[in-house]
């Protein structure tokens, strides 16, 4: 194998491990748990909602949209009929993929403070 060929491998061995090690939102939002609810904040900004669950328990959540473009195609194809040479032209269309994620954590009130003591898994989609 030419030393060219070897190039391809740190590379494609960096990108596995980075997909192994790469943390869910549940795995991440599981840190917080036993922390103020400032440590979010400090992270993610203030949170889109707050709602009070009574007894010194409250829900803060993230709301998060993201947009993705795909890109549309167009592709060809030559055809012999008898009448001579066509092309025919087949075009996908390109979209804009919309999406809304929800984080919530769950607090409750201590010294004055409110600190993280649960969490709602996300949506599969926002993992």
């Known amino acids: 194998m030419s030393s060219s060929g070897l190039k391809w491998i740190p590379k494609a061995l960096l990108a ?3 997909l192994m090690v ?8 599981k ?3 036993g922390q103020p ?3 979010v904040v400090l992270d993610y900004g203030p949170p889109t909602t ?11 959540q993230w709301r998060k949209i993201s947009t993705n473009v795909v890109s549309g195609t167009s592709s060809g194809e030559v055809h012999n009929t008898k009448h001579g040479t066509e092309y025919e ?9 919309r999406q809304e994620c929800f984080y919530t ?3 409750r009130a ?5 600190f993280v003591t649960n969490f709602r898994k996300p949506k599969l989609e926002c993992e």
């Open 105 to 107: 954590f769950y607090a």
């Open 37 to 39: 609810v400032e440590s």
């Open 50 to 60: 707050i709602v009070e669950l009574g007894r010194g328990e409250r829900a803060y």
């Open 31 to 33: 840190n917080y748990v």
């Open 89 to 97: 032209v087949t075009e996908t269309p390109g979209s804009v993929e």
């Open 22 to 29: 790469s943390a869910c939102a549940s795995d991440i939002m």
């Open 110 to 114: 201590s010294g004055g403070r409110w």
């Open 16 to 18: 596995s491990v980075l």
